[in-house]
């Protein structure tokens, strides 16, 4: 359940690029040999000013090829190797497909008056040719899609790819603003640097008179002199600039070279003293892009992981080490790249999605450990490896903008940035680590009383998911362009299908869900979520869905499967301590029971009531010490929230989406901890409330965020 998260923000910003463009194209063939002469080193950390920031030469080719070929750099060359070629070959790619166009539906639109062979080749690939973007009629297209509601975020990936490709040469600002009046005390940090080529109306005159032009002339191609920017200075920069494009063309490693030399020096040199970004944070910035930002960690949790699972199903000891080495080393990994990014920064990193999920991850995944450490059970251990897993490949592959560094908007930039969104992503992160908890807690339940029958339920959601992918192959990827894109309603499968979805829905409340119920109503459940992702009428959300049902049923049926194996193969463990299973056998496990955690708010007496093994109950303590954890920090999340809006905007409540769904979701934890209180089989019930409060955060996190506007859709 918590995976149909996972899947709408897959189909918000999965984006995986055509492998049809990886080999270099015939454009590169002199830069890629170039390429391997030329020491990068200090070039790369030249800054550019872009996007309300400054940046390095590395981050700004990385980020600018990301927008408009899908990866950062041309195929067979680097990053900055890569902007050199644009900036002063890019005639040479006019007929090469390297603008990208990640939408179907946009790629029919612009595609319907172009010959056959152009045609599939763009929907096949995705990708455009510079000239094919230029055509009339696709300009045409452009600014009749454009204005629709329903293609804004797909035409504004186009726009930005459409920048890049023919503007990149103006977004170039590597010239500082020389002037007295721009100091550390007062930087004004909305002046604009300048590219080189606005400095070229500043040159001294007998310049003009060698290249055989005027200034004049240079003023009507490139604009007025840069006020401020003596001749000198221009001459500092043109003289290298002018020589790193003739050497650069030449393929001539060494003048460019030395021309690089000469830029690197020069430009910092402009700025008036404390301006220019310090060699230290723009050395972190590349090493951080280098290391594709740490997402690559993953790996580490997912092997973890493996070790925790078996420690906690069989309680061995070189196991529960192994994981646990894994897991400090992926806190390492995770943290450091963190750290980076907050010393690049200069301030806490939590004011963008992919921070707040990378960052607040490492909050629940430390506490965790904490846990871990005092009571040696290896169920935090598995889901402290979860929660790092699971956000670095939303890190990773999802979210959009693949985590960017990025400038703060102005309004975050306030204290309450580090107590009241800390707090609140902080328990976000804690709400994931318990319903990782709730999901062990669920299987080994159903395992214990109907393994048979639950691993039915698997296979269900699994057949339901394959239907549902037909279904949306059938319903947004034929018929109309617009169908196609995935991004426009089906005239008849929404209404349908949203209909559809409240009739089954209505029928869950006088169905008996506390337990596993009847196949039937599992049935109607898996139906109602099936109708209400077609209801959405999103391609991405929809088939992502269907496969995390596909792949979370399999595994789930494949586990009960196991189960029903051992105990039929392994009855002499039967009277071994760990997870009796039904009809005889047991798997060891760890127990809690000899020291049951005081924050659990288990009552006494808990672990012998039931037909529960003991060892059930240490998942239900486990679980309850982060659920108080969630209800206290979210609590005083949303308070702090209400005074930071009080002074902000001038109201502490606006019900703004997110604070409703932040809201909602605490309600969730209240309504679980008082049932806890009239249920008798508390600990079931706990674990599907704490799902349910991880579905609602991940709604207000994923759907709230992308879908829906508000005061909150920055974060």
Same mark, same amino acid.
């Given at each position: ?44 950390? $030249? ?45 040479? !790619? ?85 002037? /007295? ?12 640097? !300048? ?44 003289? #290298? ?26 430009? #910092? ?35 973890? =992981? ?65 846990? /871990? ?108 362009? /617009? ?30 869900? =506390? ?34 049902? $596909? ?25 071994? #301590? ?80 997110? /604070?409703?769904? =932040?809201?909602?979701?605490? $309600? ?48």
């Amino acid at each position: 359940m918590i995976g149909a998260a996972f899947a709408l923000m897959t189909g918000a910003g999965l984006a995986f690029p055509s492998l049809a463009s990886v080999q270099p194209f015939a454009a590169s063939e002199r830069a890629i040999g170039l390429d391997k002469q030329i020491d990068w080193s200090a070039a790369r950390l $030249i800054a550019v000013q872009d996007g309300g920031r400054y940046k390095t030469l590395d981050s700004f080719a990385r980020e600018s090829f990301s927008a408009m070929y899908g990866k950062e750099h041309l195929p067979g060359l680097t990053p900055v190797a890569s902007l050199m070629e644009w900036l002063f070959n890019r005639d040479a !790619y006019a007929d090469a497909p390297v603008v990208r166009v990640k939408d179907k539906g946009i790629q029919i639109h612009f595609t319907a008056h172009m010959p056959e062979a152009a045609r599939q080749r763009i929907l096949n690939t995705g990708y455009m040719t510079p000239n094919e973007l230029r055509d009339p009629v696709v300009r045409q297209r452009m600014d009749e899609l454009e204005p629709r509601a329903i293609m804004v975020t797909a035409m504004r990936r186009v726009r930005n790819a459409e920048a890049v490709a023919l503007m990149m040469d103006r977004m170039f600002r590597i010239v500082p603003d020389p002037s /007295e009046k721009i100091t550390p005390a007062h930087p004004e940090p909305d002046y604009a640097w !300048y590219t080189p080529n606005e400095l070229r109306a500043n040159l001294p005159d007998e310049i003009y008179a060698s290249a055989g032009t005027t200034r004049e002339q240079m003023i009507r191609q490139f604009g007025g002199p840069v006020p401020d920017v003596s001749a000198e200075q221009a001459l500092g920069v043109i003289g #290298p600039w002018a020589s790193l494009q003739g050497a650069w063309l030449r393929g001539d490693a060494a003048g460019v070279q030395e021309a690089l030399r000469k830029l690197s020096t020069t430009l #910092p040199a402009l700025a008036q003293p404390g301006i220019y970004p310090s060699h230290s944070q723009r050395a972190a910035e590349a090493r951080y892009y280098r290391m594709g930002k740490f997402t690559w960690g993953w790996t580490l949790y997912f092997i973890g =992981a493996l070790f925790g699972v078996v420690a906690l199903a069989a309680s061995w000891r070189w196991a529960w080490w192994t994981s646990m080495v894994l897991l400090l080393a992926g806190i390492g990994f995770h943290g450091y790249g963190v750290a980076l990014r907050w010393y690049i920064l200069d301030r806490i990193p939590v004011a963008n999605m992919f921070e707040a999920v990378v960052g607040a991850a490492l909050v629940g995944i430390g506490v965790g450990l904490l846990a /871990e450490l005092y009571f040696r059970s290896a169920i935090f251990l598995v889901a402290s490896h979860a929660t790092g897993f699971v956000s670095l490949m939303l890190g990773s592959f999802v979210i959009p903008g693949g985590g960017t560094i990025t400038s703060i908007m102005g309004i975050l930039d306030d204290v309450m940035l580090r107590i009241h969104t800390t707090l609140i992503i902080a328990s976000y992160a804690l709400i994931f680590l318990a319903a990782v908890i709730a999901l062990m807690y669920l299987f080994a339940y159903y395992v214990h009383t109907q393994p048979t029958r639950s691993a039915t339920v698997g296979l269900m959601s699994a057949g339901a998911g394959a239907a549902l992918l037909l279904a949306a192959g059938m319903a947004f990827r034929t018929g109309g362009a /617009e169908q196609a894109s995935g991004l426009v309603k089906s005239a008849l499968v929404t209404p349908v299908a949203a209909y559809a979805a409240v009739a089954l829905l209505l029928l869950v409340p006088v169905l008996r869900l =506390a337990s596993i119920g009847s196949l039937e109503t599992i049935g109607v459940l898996i139906g109602g979520i099936a109708c209400g992702a077609l209801a959405i009428g999103n391609y991405g959300f929809t088939s992502g869905l269907a496969l995390t049902m $596909i792949g979370g049923g399999l595994v789930w049926a494949g586990g009960n499967g196991l189960a029903l194996l051992l105990r039929r193969n392994a009855p002499a463990l039967a009277t071994a #301590p760990g997870l009796a299973l039904a009809g005889g056998g047991s798997l060891p496990m760890p127990e809690l029971s000899r020291a049951r955690p005081l924050m659990a708010g288990a009552m006494p007496g808990d672990e012998k009531s039931g037909r529960l093994p003991a060892w059930m109950n240490d998942f239900d303590w486990a679980h309850l010490i982060i659920l108080n954890l969630v209800f206290v920090m979210l609590f005083v999340g949303i308070i702090l929230g209400a005074i930071w809006a009080d002074y902000s905007w001038g109201r502490p409540w606006g019900w703004d989406p997110k /604070e409703v769904f =932040a809201l909602n979701t605490w $309600i969730i934890y209240a309504i679980l901890i008082h049932t806890r209180f009239i249920v008798k089989n508390k600990g079931l019930w706990t674990a599907w409330l704490s799902v349910l409060g991880c579905l609602m955060m991940a709604f207000n996190w994923c759907f709230v965020n992308f879908f829906i506007v508000g005061l909150h859709s920055y974060a």
